[in-house]
């Protein structure tokens, strides 16, 4: 037995060399699992350390990176790339970064910020581009910069109404935007939120989110990198999992931060999916870690 342990340990680490998804066996966490992860060299896969979201039309995910975009198979193989994705939208934005994206019917919702050079995070954006081409479709809207969007804009997620955002650090409300009107105002006029939901609690360091179920899962890179809920009609806000649980199932160490989150069926029947970036002295690799509900 002890022979045959080592021979699947070593099997298990060639996987994770060669960058293949590995199923593993992990504890229950709140009703989910870990099943499997891919880990990539960051140099490789540029473009998907941010965020990611499903195309349901195509059956493929879609990665953002800093400023790029990334179609992929569902082992999270390249399909297809932008580069530079922000390339168009409007210059007076001094678009630098793109956040966690959205996908919903067929358009795909990416936030973009403007944290390269002083005065940083004037024009939080939200932009529109094509899921199959990654082609940015030539809308574009500025948000307000005001206390409750004034860090930047480092997420978006959208149901079948509304786009939802916030601010990365010390949010205490949900800004909500009408999914169609928005686009309506000329740019760079600001639209307001057509609701704000005030939560139960402060969440800080908030990357991703996305909505299922009339929920907002939303990750944050706080210490224990957290998935949690928030009643969208309550604003309660409850703890769900812990990532970080995962990075120490996987046995990796370093400098970990949490980026996306999204919903879509898997391999592995995984349903819930995670990306993260591990960082150490000579190396940064990308994580893609895959749940299945039990």
């Known amino acids: 037995m002890k022979a045959f ?28 699992s870990l099943v499997s992860f891919r880990k990539m060299n960051a140099k490789d896969s540029p473009l ?7 195309n349901t039309t195509a059956g493929e995910v879609v990665f953002s990176g800093n400023t790029g975009l990334e179609r992929a198979a569902l082992n999270y193989d390249s399909l297809g790339q932008n580069m530079n994705a922000l390339k168009g939208l409007p210059g007076s934005a001094n678009p630098s970064h793109i956040g966690c994206i959205d996908i919903r019917d067929n358009v795909l919702y990416a936030p973009v910020e403007d944290g390269a050079r002083d005065p940083k995070y004037q024009h939080p954006l939200f932009a529109q581009y094509d899921p199959a081409s990654l082609a940015y479709l030539k809308k574009a809207v500025q948000l307000n910069p005001g206390p409750d969007q004034d860090d930047g804009v480092p997420w978006v997620a959208a149901d079948d109404r509304s786009l939802y955002t916030s601010k990365a650090y010390g949010v205490t409300v949900i800004n909500v935007y009408d999914r169609q009107s928005i686009w ?7 639209p307001e939120p057509v609701k704000r939901v005030t939560l139960s609690r402060e969440i800080s360091k908030v990357q991703c989110a996305k909505v299922s179920g009339g929920l907002l899962y939303i990750l944050s890179d706080d210490d224990e990198k957290w998935l949690r809920t928030v ?7 409850t703890d769900l999992l812990k990532l970080s649980d995962a990075f120490q199932q996987i046995g990796e160490s370093g ?12 391999l592995n029947d995984s349903t819930l999916h ?12 990308v994580y893609v870690f895959d749940y299945k509900k039990i």
């Open 48 to 54: 998907k350390g941010q965020g990611l979201a499903f």
């Open 231 to 237: 009643n969208l009609n309550t604003g309660e806000v």
């Open 274 to 285: 995670f990306t993260a970036v591990l960082r150490k002295r000579t190396t940064v690799q």
């Open 184 to 190: 309506d105002l000329p740019y760079p006029q600001a």
């Open 255 to 266: 400098e970990w931060e949490a980026e996306g989150v999204a919903f879509f069926p898997g």
């Open 5 to 32: 342990r080592l021979k699947l340990a070593r099997v298990a680490l060639a996987m994770v060399l060669l960058g293949a998804s590995l199923p593993i066996f992990a504890d229950q966490a709140n009703g989910w």
